[in-house]
């Protein structure tokens, strides 16, 4: 009886994992918004790692040389990546750069996305604007994400009606080299697509964290300081200090997803909520 008991208890717990599994989206096609500096490094890394991209800018000049950066950059991968193998390298930039198609009308290309990453302008009124009209043409599944630095993601997830399919999704820059992407929550933000962006981090070879209380003394000595000026300073304290800071999301159980934009606990997640 203890046997059949404990069988069904497996079979019921491996199948409920199962089910939470199916229910997470497995982001294969990408829409990135914004070609400068973040959003072509981010479209790049994105092809790069087999997912079909579609880059959004303002004009086909904009694109023009966000591409051209792109195949540059994705050269010196191949260089060193397959030192020995040109041939090979020629290939992979031309693969890569082959899963990026372009757009200056965000609204017609969303309709068949897994995932929209926006890097535009840092400006609430910009941001929001676009990810209301977005709303309307996105499938439903979509998520939406946000690349932003120091704006807060539930002012920018308030202005659509998928909040729950809503997070921030921080790169640093290089985008390419940076190994770091803060998973960002809000008290909105469904557990799955939490879950679905960590995956997504993952599958480009990234080191997603999460985390909601301040883990580093100096960081929070920075985020209470001066209002507007405390994420700059804290995307290039993050910067400069990389791998301790990197080594410290990784390890510690109190690991922090808005470190750098300062975005910390006290203001996305008021009351610094532990999960
Ligand atoms: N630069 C960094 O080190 C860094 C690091 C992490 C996060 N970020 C964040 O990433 C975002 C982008 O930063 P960036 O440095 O790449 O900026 P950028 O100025 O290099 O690029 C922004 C791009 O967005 C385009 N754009 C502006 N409004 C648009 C719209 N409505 N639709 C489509 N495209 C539009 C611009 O033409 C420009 O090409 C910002 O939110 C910033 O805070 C920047």
């Known amino acids: 009886m ?12 491996s ?28 479209a790049q890394v994105a092809a790069a790692t087999g997912h079909t991209v579609v880059l959004v800018d303002q004009t086909e000049d904009i694109l023009a040389k966000s591409r051209k950066g792109i195949e540059e950059s994705l050269r010196r991968v191949a260089k060193k990546k397959f030192a020995e193998n040109p041939k090979a390298g020629d290939e992979f930039v031309d ?7 372009t757009s200056t009308d965000a609204a017609s290309v969303v309709h068949s996305t897994d995932l929209v990453v926006e890097a535009i ?6 941001k929001t604007e676009l990810f209301t009209r977005l709303d309307k043409f996105a499938a439903e599944h979509t998520i939406f994400a946000s690349n932003t630095s120091s704006l807060q ?49 993952r599958s480009l070879g990234k080191h997603p964290v999460s ?18 000026r405390v994420p700059r300073a804290c995307d290039r304290l993050c910067r400069a200090s990389c791998p301790p ?31």
């Open 2 to 13: 203890a046997f059949v008991t404990r069988q069904f208890v497996r079979a019921m717990s």
């Open 15 to 42: 199948s409920s994992a199962a089910s939470a599994a199916a229910k997470k989206i497995m982001v294969k096609h990408v829409t990135v918004i914004g070609g400068g500096l973040m959003g072509a490094g981010i």
């Open 95 to 101: 693969k890569t750069l082959s899963s990026i198609s």
């Open 121 to 126: 302008v840092e400006n609430l009124k910009v």
């Open 153 to 201: 993601i539930t002012s920018i997830a308030n202005a659509t009606t998928r909040q729950d399919r809503f997070a921030g999704l921080h790169f640093f820059n290089p985008v390419p080299l940076m190994k770091l992407v803060e998973v960002i929550k809000t008290p909105m933000t469904s557990q799955k697509t939490f879950e679905s962006l960590i995956d997504f981090s």
């Open 211 to 228: 985390c909601k209380v301040v883990m580093v003394p100096w960081v929070d000595f920075f985020l209470t300081g001066d209002g507007a």
């Open 245 to 275: 800071f990197w080594f410290a999301c990784q390890e510690s159980p109190l690991s922090t997803p808005e470190a750098s934009g300062g975005r910390f606990g006290s203001r996305q997640h008021p009351g610094h909520p532990l999960e």
